[in-house]
């Protein structure tokens, strides 16, 4: 079992992009997925999450220019990430409870790396 995130890249200040966390392996389901991020010389932190009913919530500093959202058929989730600020670089974690059939257990991707410049 595995979680992966990609996506990240090089992008202008009011630009976008989009983040993709795939859960890979035997598995029955995503059941939470959320998103952190870290930049140099800072803690990593929270940046959104969204549960198995579909409720969403995002730090303050992301509301209305991220949305967090997951496509069940691929055991996928991803971060759309629009009017893109140069303090939202950092590294990008993912991290989720995936349904093993028998067990639910927390796993985390290996973070992307987004850049954005001024």
């Known amino acids: 079992v595995q979680l992966q995130a990609s996506g990240g890249g090089l992008v202008q200040a009011g630009g976008s992009l989009r983040l993709f966390c795939a859960a890979s392996?035997?598995?029955?389901?995503?059941?939470?997925m959320r998103w952190y991020r870290q930049a140099p010389g800072n803690q990593r932190e929270w940046v959104a999450t969204i549960i198995s009913g579909g409720r969403t919530d995002y730090a303050r500093s992301v509301k209305g220019r991220f949305t967090i959202s997951r496509e069940s058929a691929k055991n996928t989730g991803y971060l759309q990430m629009n009017s893109l600020r140069p303090e939202d670089t950092a590294v990008y974690y993912c991290?989720?409870?995936?349904?093993?059939?028998?067990?639910?257990?927390?796993?985390w991707g290996q973070g992307t790396q987004v850049t954005v410049s001024s």
């Open positions: 392996g035997n598995i029955g389901s995503i059941n939470g």
């Open positions: 991290n989720a409870d995936l349904n093993l059939y028998d067990k639910v257990e927390n796993y």
